[in-house]
Structures are given as C-alpha cells and as structure tokens.
C-alpha cells in the first residue's frame, strides 16, 4: 500500500490499483497503471478518479502463457493424466483407468472462448491449431480472427455452449459476468463437455459447477480460478476425478513478466512523451 506522504503530488502510478491505494492518491492523479489485469479489485474509486485518471493494464500480455495454461489442462483431463500422475505418486502401475478415458481427441471438437480478448484469442489460436473447431464470445463486437469459426454476443452464451465440447472462460470480472457460469449455464452445457477458467472465479457459480460434475453432467474442469480463493480445504473440487486446480497462477513465466515489464517502461515513456497510452481500460465498463 501505498502512503499519502508518498503519494502527494504523484502524476502517475505504476502499482496494484487497490482501494488503499487510491484512497491515498492525490487529487492531481493523471494516470495509473494497474499491474495486473483484472480491474474488479479496483474499487471504491472518487467520482472525480473516475472522470479524470486515465486507467491503463496488464490485458493482453499474459495472453500467450495462460492459453498455454488452458491447453495444457484441457490435455491434462482428455488423457487422464490427473489419475496416472496419483497413481504415479504412490509407485502404481495402474492400468485401469485406460478404459474410462471417454473424451476421446480433441480434432474435430468444438470449443466456445467466453471472452475473446487476449486470453481467449491466444486459446482460441492453439485449439484451432489443434484441428478443433472455435466459436467465441464478445461483448462490444462480433468480429474475430479468421480461425475462429463464429463470434457472437454475451446473449448467445447458452446457444454456443450447447455447441461445445469444450468451453473456457477467459472472462473480465465485470456485473455482467459474475455468475455467469450458473446452474442454467451448466445445464445448457453439452454432455461430457469440459470446463476450463482461467479469467475470474467469481464468473462461476462454485456450487453449480460441483453438482454439474457431480452428476456426470461435465467430463471434467480446469480451474485456474476459483469462487473463493484460495479454495477451502474442504471443497469436494479438490479430490474429483478429472478436476485440476492450480491456484491462480496460470500467468507464470518469464515471457509474461517481460512482456509486462516493456509495457508499463513504454507507458512511463509515452506518459512523459504526452503520447497516447497502451492497453487502455474503460473503467466504467470494468475492463
Ligand atoms: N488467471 C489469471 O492469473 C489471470 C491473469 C490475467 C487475467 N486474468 C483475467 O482474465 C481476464 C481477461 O484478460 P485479457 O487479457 O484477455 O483481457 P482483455 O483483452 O481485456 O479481454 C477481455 C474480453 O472479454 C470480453 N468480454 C467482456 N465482457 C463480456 C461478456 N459479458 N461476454 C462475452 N465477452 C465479454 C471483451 O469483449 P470485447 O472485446 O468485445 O469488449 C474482451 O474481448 C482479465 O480481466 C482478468 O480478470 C486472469
């Protein structure tokens, strides 16, 4: 947290856009830097900041890592690996699960990006090069890159998901989207379909999501997000079959920090240099 003494007179932050933080920032704040993505944390803001900061973010950058992140687990559940690396764990060789591998491959499935911004095109891009089919969704625009075979609007959710092999969330935290995955969600899901999140926990509804796994209804999940974090210790998540919970890391990597760290240098330079900034956010609008 940043300290009023330090912040007085300050133009510009480069930090976590937190209440503390802001609360502290002086009255003549030009333009902060949220070194992160998501701008749910970001509360609490004066009308004034809301007027007249010029808000900026990490979007986009982490995009190739953590689409890496969703591949990687979407494989992870369609081979079984979750059940051979437990077997592994206590010296087992175990075949048994050979014959409960249903999912089959991934060419010629269908997976739906919720959210085709960074994340979910960078996701969309590896799937499509994977020989699945990818359908998306968006929130201002219909439009998306060539090898995304449809892109339609938040109100279309349902429709597509009972397209889709594979659905990802790759969401802002924004009104709109906080329990958007719910029971009507889930239920409107394909059977034996695979749900993966990667954008904010609060976009699924956890005790949906559980009985939707529960009842056979979805193959398996990904979860690099959860609703609350961390997940508590007695969630039924933790020890289902074909679940995978990383704890909200799915960012990591040198690439995603280096690209971050050139981004927010070329902001500070274009700040000064009174040029037009990078990755925009419209606070209003959450993301
Ligand atoms: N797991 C992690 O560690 C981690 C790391 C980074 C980010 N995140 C989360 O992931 C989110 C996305 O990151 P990003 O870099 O991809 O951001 P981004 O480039 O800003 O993309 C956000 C996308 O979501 C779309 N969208 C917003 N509301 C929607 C709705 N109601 N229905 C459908 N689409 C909607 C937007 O559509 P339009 O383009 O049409 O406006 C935009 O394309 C972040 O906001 C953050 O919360 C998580």
């Known amino acids: 947290v940043l300290e009023a003494e330090t912040l007085a007179g300050v133009d510009g932050i480069i930090g976590l856009c937190i209440p503390p933080t802001m609360a502290n920032a002086s009255d003549d704040l030009l333009w902060l830097h949220n070194y992160s993505v998501g701008m749910d944390r970001c509360k609490g803001l004066s009308e004034q900041q809301v007027e007249n900061v010029i808000f900026t973010n990490n979007k986009r950058l982490s995009g190739p890592t953590i689409a890496e992140h969703a591949i990687a687990m979407l494989m992870s559940i369609s081979r079984g690996l979750p059940t051979y690396t437990a077997a592994q764990a206590e010296r087992r060789w175990d075949r048994s699960p050979f014959n409960d591998q249903r999912f089959g491959e991934l060419k010629g499935k269908t997976l739906l990006v919720v959210g085709l911004g960074g994340i979910g095109t960078q996701t969309a891009w590896r799937a499509h090069g994977l020989g699945m089919r990818v359908i998306a969704t968006r929130n201002s625009s219909r439009s998306g890159p060539d090898y995304v075979d449809y892109v339609g609007l938040s109100d279309e959710l349902h429709k597509l998901a009972g397209e889709a092999d594979v659905v990802v969330n790759a969401l802002p935290l924004t009104p709109e989207t906080t329990g958007i995955f719910d029971k009507a969600f889930f239920e409107a899901m394909k059977p034996g379909s695979i749900f993966l999140s990667v954008g904010r926990g ?68 274009r700040s000064v240099a009174g040029e037009p900034l990078l990755n925009l956010v419209d606070i209003r609008r959450g993301y």
């Open 202 to 269: 609060k976009s699924t509804v956890t005790a949906d999501l559980i009985a939707a796994l529960e009842s056979g209804k979805l193959y398996g999940a990904g979860l690099d997000v959860t609703d609350p974090e961390p997940l508590p210790e007695d969630s039924p998540l933790w020890l289902m079959d074909r679940v995978i919970i990383t704890p909200h890391v799915s960012t990591g990597g040198i690439d995603s920090v280096r690209r971050m760290t050139t981004i927010a240098i070329e902001n500070l330079r």
